[in-house]
């Protein structure tokens, strides 16, 4: 019989590189070649978008979604969509995919995606999607892993300070807190006329229809925490920074240039090209992750 490390090795391909190049479409895909699978993701709400686009490939009756919020469970499932934390561990499938795989390094949730890269196997194929920052630890955690890199499908551009009310449409606006949210958004819809508000402490419907509301057009403006950064497919033209500090649950902090890259990467989907900048007081020089002033929306 195979040692657990041999099979821990066994069949592992990382898949990395930017935001927007087709990672998580390229996971659905080598999933939907097997007879059954796995993918476990960063968002509820990303989950849900991943199921409702399997579901409609393959029917209801073959795809579950497990999420701390959710659960929709067929008797003969064959495809499981899940949050990373709520994984089910009892369930032996071909392919199996982890998305996001660098918040292995998160403060709070690292343990968990850590937990998952060293022991979540598919028996035919296993996949690891995320950003290049992961190539040397998962080399030195998975000798024999197989390595392929994707390059970004489209040009993002630094485009400098906006205030909110000359930001552009088809805008995603970040802050990092409740209070910024909702604060933003109402300067939004008294000057600009609408916008839809995403955060995660909103139930799954209420987010789920307001992420439609944004994509449907029947608003122009997304206000959003920096969990858009986590691969959420909205057809976002450009991303403003509100603020450059967040408080990562310990601290107060600076983000890093791997954060701003990650969150200004959702602007630009598929060939359409991005662009990101700052508004609302935050500092200029984002692009090197430096300094920020505390925001004052404007």
Known sequence: MASDFEARIRNVTAVLGPTN??????????????????????????????????????????????????KIKPDKARYWVSTVEAMPRDIDVEFLAIDEIQLCGDPERGHVFTDRLLHARGRSETLLLGAQTMR????????????????????????????????????????????????IAELIRRQRGGAAVVLGALSPRTRNAQVELYQSGDVEFLVATDAIGMGLNLDVDHVAFSATRKFDGQNHRNLTAGEIGQIAGRAGRYMNDGTFGVTGGADPRCRSGRTARKPQFR
């Open 21 to 70: 190049t087709g990672k998580t479409h390229l996971a659905i895909e080598r999933m939907l070649g097997h007879e059954s699978g796995m993918i476990g993701l960063p968002l509820r709400l990303l989950a849900r978008e991943v199921y409702d686009k399997i579901k409609a490939r393959v029917g209801a009756d073959k795809v579950a979604l497990i999420t701390g919020e959710e």
């Open 136 to 183: 040397e630890a998962i080399n030195d955690l998975i000798p024999g892993a197989n390595f392929i890199s994707r390059p970004r499908l489209s040009k993002l551009t630094y485009s400098g300070e906006k205030k909110i009310t000359r930001l552009p449409a088809r805008s995603a606006i970040v802050a990092f807190s409740t209070q910024d949210v909702y604060s």
